[in-house]
C-alpha cells in the first residue's frame, strides 16, 4: 500500500506535509491536509484530481486549494544591510565616563541557631495568640 505522501509526490511532486485527521477512536475522518513548497504544484493536484472516484466511485474526491496569503516571498522579505553612518568626530574633548561604583554591601553574619526550646516557645506563643 503507499501512503499518501509517496502517491502525491510521485504523482504531483514537491509535498511539503501531509497531515490525516482522526477521530479520539482512531478512525480516520477522511480528511487530510497537504502542503505544497510550491503552490503550482498545489494548483497542479487539484487540477488532476478534484472530482477523482473514490472506492470504486462511491464518494468523489473534493480537494480545495488554499494558498496563505500572508506568506510573502522571501525576495520581499529579504533587505540589504544598512549602511552604518560615519561618525564625525568634534574637536572638543569628551570626558571619560565612568560607571557609577555601586556600594558594597556588608556581609551578614550568620544566625545563631534557634535552639529547641526557642522553636517550642515561638509555637506555643503562636498557638495561643489565635
Known amino acids: 500500500m503507499v501512503s499518501p505522501f509517496e502517491f502525491f509526490q510521485s504523482q504531483v511532486g514537491g509535498v511539503?506535509?501531509?497531515?490525516?485527521?482522526?477521530?479520539?477512536k482512531g478512525v480516520s475522518k477522511g480528511i487530510a491536509t497537504i502542503s505544497f513548497h510550491k503552490s503550482e504544484n498545489a494548483a497542479k493536484a487539484v487540477e488532476k484530481y478534484n472530482g477523482a472516484p473514490i472506492d470504486g466511485g462511491s464518494?468523489?474526491?473534493?480537494?480545495?486549494?488554499?494558498?496563505?496569503?500572508?506568506?510573502?516571498?522571501?525576495?520581499?522579505?529579504?533587505?540589504?544591510?544598512?549602511?552604518?553612518?560615519?561618525i564625525v568626530?568634534?574637536?572638543?574633548?569628551t570626558k571619560k565616563v565612568v560607571p557609577k561604583k555601586k556600594p558594597v554591601k556588608k556581609v551578614n553574619s550568620k544566625?545563631?541557631?534557634?535552639?529547641?526550646?526557642?522553636l517550642d516557645k515561638e509555637m506555643t506563643d503562636y498557638f495561643e495568640s489565635k
Open 111 to 118: 544566625r545563631q541557631k534557634k535552639t529547641v526550646e526557642d
Open 89 to 93: 568626530s568634534s574637536q572638543k574633548t
Open 16 to 24: 511539503r506535509t501531509i497531515a490525516l485527521s482522526y477521530n479520539e
Open 59 to 86: 464518494s468523489k474526491l473534493r480537494l480545495e486549494l488554499i494558498i496563505d496569503p500572508t506568506k510573502k516571498p522571501l525576495s520581499s522579505r529579504i533587505a540589504a544591510n544598512p549602511v552604518a553612518k560615519a
